[in-house]
């Protein structure tokens, strides 16, 4: 599995969104791979309406409807075509309860919930709210172009298990530095379900050549 995160690059944003997921649509079909992603507020209700892939949310508030300015919740997501959402990024994190509340809220609804996680501890810690997947980033190598799978094995393998023994259901993904077919199939290897990646696709030159070539099909 491979979650693509647009985040707010402008190379995915906009027109480029649309572009880049349709390439991920395509790459999806052609290599048999589960492809989503995930796509800022502005772009979700187009590119959920024109793409077959999931695609989901950055984000989510712990909200209901009300009197929350500036907020999103999880029933707004669902109405224009969300999967489901990724929740605690490292980029914005959450508390402990509203990541429970958005975990619950997603689940209610039929959607999915990524949790995001920063080390082994938080992994399992999180797995105890049984969200469908927990996705482990160490921080420091986001962006970086360091692969964790190469780089920090050992918190994969150890996130993978620890999260397995509390919800036995929870997928595992693994994210940060992770940006060819190598770094892919390592994360697989360490028994990660799939890998959540941002700039080694968004930030390439040529975006439909660099995703062809971590699914292995160059
Ligand atoms: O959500 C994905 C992420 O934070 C990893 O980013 O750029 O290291 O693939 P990147």
Redesign the pocket.
């Given at each position: 599995m491979i979650?693509?995160?647009f985040?707010a690059y402008r190379e995915a944003f906009g027109r480029n969104a649309l572009e880049l997921a349709k390439i991920a649509e395509n790459v999806a079909d052609r290599s048999g791979i589960y492809i989503a992603v995930?796509v800022n507020y502005l772009d979700l209700p187009l590119i959920a309406r024109n793409v077959s892939i999931d695609v989901f949310a950055?984000h989510v508030d712990a909200v209901e409807f009300g009197s929350f300015t500036g907020s999103v919740n999880a029933e707004m997501l669902k109405e224009y075509g969300a999967r489901g959402s990724?929740i605690n990024?490292?980029?914005r994190r959450l508390t402990l309860a509203d990541i429970d509340f958005c975990v619950n809220k997603l689940r209610a609804l039929g959607m999915n919930s990524i949790v995001?996680t920063n080390n082994v501890s938080t992994t399992s810690a999180v797995s105890a709210l049984k969200p469908d997947f927990v996705?482990v980033?160490p921080?420091e190598?986001?962006?970086?172009?360091i692969a964790?799978s190469k780089a920090k094995p050992e918190i994969v393998e150890n996130a993978v298990v620890s999260a397995k023994r509390i919800c036995k259901d929870v997928k595992v993904l693994c994210?940060?530095?992770?940006?060819n077919h190598e770094d892919y199939v390592r994360a697989l290897d360490l028994g990660a379900d799939g890998?959540?990646?941002?700039?080694?696709?968004?930030?390439a030159k040529d975006q439909k050549k660099a995703l062809e070539e971590l699914a292995g099909l160059l």
């Open positions: 979650f693509i995160n985040k995930a950055q990724l990024h490292s980029e995001c996705a980033e921080p190598l986001i962006g970086s172009g964790v994210g940060a530095g992770i940006t890998v959540l990646l941002a700039s080694g696709i968004v930030k």
